[in-house]
C-alpha cells in the first residue's frame, strides 16, 4: 500500500508508468576484518566541531562525524544498495529520472509517496532501519535541538542518496510526512552546496551552506518546510580513504509520523 503526505492510502493515479531504473555500485575496496556496525567515538579526523545556526531551527555543525565513523556508514551503504530493494535513480511523476541514485530505510520514497515496498523497482520488502542510525540520528537532534528533543525524536525513515558527478537536487520541500519532526542530514565525500530559499517560496535570495564529508544539517521548527536542494557538488574534494565512488552521498533521516 502507499501512503500520500496526510498518510493516506492512494492509487498510482497521477504517477509515471515507467518506474525507477535499478543501478549498482562499483566495487568498493577490501573489507576483511573491518567492523559491520557503526562503531560511534573512534580515532580518526580530530578536527573539533563547530555549531551554527543557518537561518532559525536550520543548525549546521561542521566536522560531526570523524573518518572512521564516516568509513563506517559507507561500509553499511554498501550493503544497503544491494538488491532487493537496492539502490535506483527514482523518477518523477512528469516522467523524468533523477540524477541521484537512492536507497531507503524503514519506508520506501518515491515521488512523492511512501510505501513498505520499492514499489517503482522490484516491489520487495524496503529494508529496516538499523538501530545505529536511529541512535546517531537521535544523537544528531540532541546535538542541535537540545537533549530534550533528542530523547523524544523516533526515526522511522532513511532516503539515502548517491550524487554521482554531475548529479543534483532541484529545490524541493519535504512535506510528504505528517509529523513535524526536524530532518537529519548526514553529508559523506564530496562538499557540496546545499540551498535553502524559503517556506513559502523556492525563489531567490537563497541562503548556501557548504557540506563537507562529516558534516550535519538539521532543519525543523519554523523551517521544517523550507524549500532546499542542492545545485552543486564539488568533484574532487572528499576525504581520501572513505571508501565511497566518486560523488557525495546524504543520508537524510526523519520521523514520518505514518503508521
Known sequence: MTLDARGGARGRSGRSRLGGVPTTLPPGPAEEGRVGQLALGL??????????EVLPGVVHVAHWLRLDEQQALVREFRRWAEPPAGLRHPRVPAGHVMTVQSVCLGWHWYPYAYSR???????????????????????????????AAGDVYAPDAAIVNLYAPGAHLGLHQDWEEPAAAPVVTISLGDTCVFRMA????RTSPFTDALLESGDLLVFGGPNRLIFHGVPKVLDGTAPAGLGLPAGRLSITVRETGLA
Open 43 to 52: 580515532t580518526g579526523d580530530d578536527r573539533p566541531s563547530v555549531r551554527r
Open 117 to 147: 515496498t520499492a514499489d517503482d523497482t522490484d516491489g520487495a520488502l524496503v529494508k529496516p532501519m538499523p538501530d545505529d542510525v536511529v541512535a546517531l540520528a537521535q544523537r544528531a537532534v540532541a546535538a542541535t535541538c537540545g537533549t
Open 198 to 201: 524559503g517556506v513559502d517560496r
